[in-house]
Nanobody, 116 residues
Framework: QVQLVESGGGLVQPGGSLRLSCAVS????????MGWYRQAPGKQRELVAD???????NYADSVKGRFTISRDNVKNTVYLQMNSLKPEDTAVYYC??????????WGQGTQVTVSS
């Protein structure tokens, strides 16, 4: 059984920063891609950023230049550094990992609220 434990969400003022973490544990096969998605109320879940095992990253246009995704392959952990946060970044953020072979798992989600 694979577990994804997210942390780091919370309430922050516009222009502020947060760092999300997602630690993967359990019966882990090789992890391929790790990523962050978000879902705002009334909207579909969308990709924020993902990162391949070798380190190449992909970002949504709305977060380019503000968010940075990184991963630690020894700790099986993925991070999302979020700077210059805007109210429109408010959402539940979900971690997702894709294992070699195609199986994938999701975290439970962590709330990020950007408000003054």
């Amino acid at each position: 059984q694979v577990q994804l434990v997210e942390s780091g969400g919370g309430l922050v003022q516009p222009g502020g920063s947060l760092r999300l973490s997602c630690a993967v544990s359990g019966s882990i096969f090789a992890i391929n891609t790790m990523g962050w998605y978000r879902q705002a109320p009334g909207k579909q879940r969308e990709l924020v950023a993902d990162i391949a095992r070798g380190g190449s990253a992909n970002y949504a246009d709305s977060v380019k230049g503000r968010f940075t995704i990184s991963r630690d392959n020894v700790k099986n952990t993925v991070y999302l550094q979020m700077n210059s946060l805007k109210p429109e970044d408010t959402a539940v953020y979900y971690c997702r990992v894709v294992f070699v072979g195609g199986r994938n798992s999701w975290g439970q989600g962590t709330q990020v609220t950007v408000s003054s």
